[in-house]
């Protein structure tokens, strides 16, 4: 035990209101949340949050602009972690500051938890009450651990066994972005192109839906996001010719409700005449089927693997859609619509309100499924509600969610593909000698396939007003093979070798300015930097490196203020959460694989791991430390084998 | 710039089309043993069905796969047309371009989970394997696996043919072996002298070990 017994700050969030009233100290978190609770009308982003710089710490390079805020809906209590993003906006922020700039230090591994799978670990846990909720890569074990008994025994485990065919056609490794909460149950997706629902307090299967045909290259590796009655899923299999879509399921019984595919007829799109694009040449009739040549669009892909975001107000889901399908652009001349693109969608419906390709006829891979964090900014001069989208391409898109304007367009990371986002149109403008041609060797393409920034998401902050996420700084030589649609097999055609862009390094965490579209500070890593990021009112960000480092970083600095090498290397999302014993917990997955493997040729790169760490103040929590400690209870772990070694 | 590849394609759908025809020719002749070609496979052909997936329970081990070779192997001309089809059937999307791996396993170490010999690799590009790996029958004529294995064989990391027990076991060229592990064995005796070069062969041009043998990595 420390010599220092830290007070524990639990965050009720009855408590934060009547603070919020009145401690002006509190920051902008509980006046927004005063702001959404109690004031139905309240229009977000006309306020000088003054609060968030009366901490004392001044911010490296203060925005000259009033900060953005974001409305933090389902409004889930300050304590708990309930889905991946944590919130409707993806915000991935977190209102607990008992841990802090000042004391983040003294951080130690309080308990840890192997679920005995070996692929990539891309997940959030999930906390609800006295219970920790884990979803694994392939085979796809659910766990609930109980965190109030020491040893946070495991209270069930529940083993869906889906079938071996899908790992291999999986693209990227057989990893899973983790599960969702929803009225008594988690929801997830298996490998096998199945959701599945388990009791949240059994662990018994409620329903199962298939939703594909692994057979024919058709996995699932997002994580499903829940808004009302309903969870909205998609595929991936962009490298496999898959046929993308995002689906409505009905949260009780698992049936589907509706399905948009990124490609094809308006009818299958589910475009109508409420469809209004803000850009000329993305208006028109069938345009997901026009925009290729005969017959390629149904094998098109458009993939929906990754994040999705929720406006109430506007009762709209944003979410991207990946790379277009073969990877060899020679083969589907024209703009391959909807893929590598963002689509704004009613969340009751499912027909789409505007979209906005990011790459017309995308010749890298750039996908554009990356999260879309829904800010309220004040954008010359005036309130707009706005999306802020970290794409492959390596541009920061702020994107009025209203209607699909680009307000602004700037790299963030190192590119050399276009010249810049013309805003009067929208377009690209990509740099000829960049396109490449069949059986051509072109080098230096940057960034390559996995972007400037892939899937793992980013994290917003009010006190700061800034957004920090994991970067890559790397480069690709590229040789196109035309393919053949063979279904069950790849439709790809990219050999590549990629490299580390100027610098060497290829990682970095940065802060950006969503409103200037500029870099605030950032951190150079060596190694890739693929793991979600977390902002807290304890102004820190936190976030993990492909060689195993978790960091804890001042979000107004960047100074990274505390670090520790983990078992493996972590492409997790961290989370952090209030225990039954009212401390505050930081977890984080660690395990690499996913597209971290690019890199794993490095020397230092780790090897494949299984392990959630768990971090408190001095390592403090029922789980560890003098007395008698002993498991108790529970159920044994689940057979982690399927597939995987343990039978023919 | 256009010409190459218009033609490229051209020649890609047309050899899918000589496929399909090809595949569309062969006769059922009862299991699965039928589509391997006479001609390519010369007379070991209808043996290939017989060779087991796994061990042998209770005997010394099946006489087939000492006997069943590649027509193909080390011709250089076939081993150019199997790296052309490993790439157009989109074998490469997988395996990867220098077949080292992916979303499929790495084709150049010697870390073979269904065996490393010839006719097992024919096997499993034939028959598929459960974990993603397709069926390509019959959409492959078996003169056409031949020479993918053929390319897979140049690579370095299969078993000699004749070794299939030896790849079983995990035996490599030029290790040690106990002598009481010795007495259990049946291979040397029948692999014989030309299975003895071939090994020499395959430790000169294998790869070096990897520390990863997984399925999974690169996006």
């Known amino acids: 035990m420390s010599a220092e017994q830290e007070p524990v700050l639990a965050f009720d969030p009855r408590i934060e209101i009547d603070a919020a009233r009145s401690r002006t100290a509190f920051g902008a978190f509980g006046r927004i949340r005063l702001c959404c609770l109690l004031i139905a009308t309240c229009v977000h982003g006309t306020t000088s949050w003054a609060g968030a710089a009366s901490t004392g710490t001044q911010p490296a390079a203060p925005p000259a602009h009033a900060l953005p805020t974001a409305d933090f809906a389902p409004g889930d209590p300050a304590g708990e972690w309930r889905s991946q993003a944590r919130d409707y906006a993806n915000t991935r922020y977190s209102p607990l500051r008992a841990i802090d700039t000042g004391n983040v230090a003294r951080l130690r591994t309080a308990w840890s938890f192997s679920d005995g799978t070996q692929n990539g670990h891309e ?57 969702a909460y929803a009225n008594g149950k988690i929801i997830y997706n298996l490998l096998d192109a199945h959701t599945v629902a388990v009791d949240a307090a059994t662990g018994h299967e409620v329903w199962r839906t298939r939703m594909g045909d692994a057979t024919r290259g058709e996995t699932m590796t997002m994580a499903p996001f829940v808004v009302g009655n309903k969870v909205y899923v998609g595929n991936s299999g962009g490298e496999m010719g898959a046929w993308g879509w995002l689906a409505a399921l009905d949260v009780d019984t698992g049936k589907e409700l509706w399905r948009a595919y990124s490609t094809g007829t308006d009818r299958q799109v589910r475009i109508g005449t409420d469809f209004k694009p803000y850009y000329s040449w993305m208006q028109g009739k069938d345009l997901g089927e026009t925009s290729w040549p005969a017959g390629m669009s149904k094998t098109g892909s458009g993939a929906v693997w990754a994040w999705i975001s929720y406006d109430p107000e506007l009762n709209l889901i944003y979410y991207g859609t990946s790379n277009p399908g073969p990877r060899v ?42 999260e879309n964090i829904l800010l309220d900014i004040i954008f010359d001069g005036k309130p707009r509600k706005v999306l802020v989208h970290f794409d492959r391409n390596a541009f920061a ?170 078992g493996s290397g972590v492409i997790g999302q961290p989370m952090t959460y209030i225990g039954p014993d009212k401390r505050q917990y930081v977890a984080v997955y660690s395990g690499v694989g996913g597209a971290a493997m690019v890199s794993s040729s490095m020397p230092g790169f780790p090897p494949r791991g299984s392990t959630l760490y768990v971090f408190s103040l001095e390592g403090d929590s029922p789980h560890g430390g003098e007395g008698e400690l002993e498991t108790r209870g529970g159920a044994p772990a689940a057979r982690s084998d399927h597939g995987m070694g343990g039978k023919p | 710039m256009t010409a190459q590849p218009r033609s490229a394609v051209a020649a890609a759908l047309a050899l899918l089309g000589m496929l399909v025809l090809l595949g569309a020719c062969q006769r059922p002749q009862g299991g699965v043993t039928s589509n391997v070609a006479p001609a390519a496979a010369s007379t070991d052909g209808d043996k290939v069905a017989a060779v087991p997936l796994g ?14 070779r590649n027509p193909f192997t080390g011709d250089p001309q076939a081993i150019a047309q199997g790296r052309q089809m490993f790439v157009s059937m989109n074998c490469a999307g997988c395996h990867g371009y220098d077949a080292k791996g992916g979303m499929g396993p790495n084709l150049t ?67 040690n072996v106990a002598p009481e592990a010795q007495s259990t064995s049946t291979q040397p005796a029948s692999a014989g002298k030309d299975s003895a070069t071939d090994a020499t062969d395959a430790t000169a041009a294998a790869s070096p070990p990897q520390a990863r043998p997984d399925a999974g990595g690169k996006p």
């Open chain 1, 123 to 179: 997940a959030a846990p999930l906390v609800l009450g006295d219970t920790m909720y884990l979803v694994t890569p392939y085979p796809n074990l659910a766990y609930a651990l109980d965190l109030s008994k020491p040893g946070a025994p495991i209270k069930w485990s529940y083993a869906p066994a889906p079938t071996p065919v899908a790992i291999g056609k999986a693209c990227c490794d057989t990893v899973n972005r983790g599960g």
């Open chain 1, 329 to 370: 652009p020679t083969q589907r001349p024209g703009y391959n619509l909807w893929t590598s693109a963002v689509f704004a969608r009613d969340a009751t419906t499912g027909m789409a309100k505007w979209a906005y390709q990011f790459t017309p006829h995308d010749q890298w891979d750039y996908d554009g499924v990356n």
């Open chain 1, 397 to 566: 898109y702020t994107i009025d969610r209203t209607n699909g304007e680009v307000l602004l367009a700037a790299p963030f990371a190192y590119q050399n593909w276009s010249s810049g986002i013309d805003l009067e149109s929208g377009m690209p403008e990509v740099v000829p000698e960049m396109q490449p041609k069949p059986g051509v060797k072109l080098p230096n393409v940057c960034p390559p396939d996995i972007g400037g920034k892939d899937w793992q998401p980013s994290a917003f902050s009010p006190r700061t007003g800034l957004v920090y996420a994991g970067i890559f700084n790397i480069c690709m030589d590229l040789t196109d093979h035309p393919q053949s649609y063979i279904p069950g097999t790849p439709y790809d055609g990219m050999e590549m070798k990629r490299y580390p862009a100027p610098g060497g390094n290829w990682g970095e965490f940065m802060a950006w300015d969503p409103v200037a579209g500029k870099k605030v500070w950032s951190h150079k890593e060596r190694f890739m930097t693929m793991s979600g990021a977390l902002a807290t009112a304890g102004d820190l960000v936190f976030y993990g490196t492909a060689d195993g480092w978790f960091r804890a970083l001042d979000a107004r600095t960047g100074a990274v203020l505390w670090s520790q090498k983990l």
């Open chain 2, 55 to 68: 061990d042998v329970a209770g005997v010394a081990g099946s006489t087939y796969t000492e006997t069943i």
């Open chain 2, 109 to 175: 170490d010697r870390y073979w989970r269904y065996n490393g010999v010839p006719v097992s690799v024919y096997k499993s590009i034939y028959e598929g394997r459960p974990q993603g790996m397709p069926a390509w029958n019959p959409s492959l004529p078996p003169q056409v696996i031949w020479k993918l294995v053929a390319y897979i064989e140049s690579l370095g990391g299969t078993a000699p043919a004749g070794a299939y027990e030896a790849s079983l076991r995990g035996d490599r060229p030029g290790d």
